[in-house]
């Protein structure tokens, strides 16, 4: 991927972070920013690759454009594209003037967040003349980012039967309901929280759960406190 011509130099005081306008929950489209300063002038147009921590996948149609920095507007649309051999998004023609030593560069980029929550893995930032395999300047390693957890929709805790009529100490099913933003695995625990004076069954030979709708197969197991 890499061709080397020249001297390379260290990109300085890289920055990746969260846009304002975005969450870092699991599973959402998100902005990120993309913020670095050139060590080195160069006198010709760069195209420039963001490596993606693999947690992420790169989408296959990028949106991608500059934003102000330093208190200066600087807002449009750059033609890029995602390269999955490297989970990479490359901004072609990033400018199409002379970089001076201490510019300071931004660019945004849309990404899918990680279906999962953690910190997730380096990114790294490569500068390359347009059109060529030399790198001007690049800055490996730069620190990942907290993934939260995704949000749960449409959650209802419901008499199982609607017919039922709810009374003190009366045995009753209850159903609940919801939709998740990412994947259950079957490793995944769903704990929920009962109102005060609810008593959970156990040991009674009424107790169970089982799934009514929207998974199958695998095995439900269940643990009260």
Known sequence: MVGLAG????????????????LPTAGQIAYYNFIFTMNVSVPYAVSVWLLIPSE?????????????????????????????AYNAIIVEQYSSQ???????????????????TGTTGNFSILVYKSDTSY??????NIAGVVIQQGNIYSATFVPYNP??????????????????????SNNNSIVVDLPTGFTVLSGSGYDYIRVTEGASG????????
């Open 218 to 225: 695998g095995t439900l197991s269940w643990t009260s406190n």
């Open 135 to 140: 790198v001007v300047s690049s800055y490996y």
């Open 163 to 184: 017919y039922a009529i709810q009374s003190i100490n009366k045995v009753m099913d209850y159903q609940l309901s919801f939709t998740p933003t990412n994947p259950l």
């Open 56 to 84: 992420f996948v790169a989408p296959a149609q990028p949106s991608c454009s500059t934003f102000g920095i330093n208190q200066q507007s600087n807002n449009s649309v750059l033609d890029c594209y995602s390269l999955s």
């Open 7 to 22: 001297t390379e130099t260290s990109l300085v005081n890289p920055s990746i972070y969260l846009d304002s306008n975005s």
């Open 98 to 116: 002379s970089l001076n030593t201490g510019t300071r560069l931004a660019i945004k980029v849309s990404l899918l967040n990680p279906n999962r």
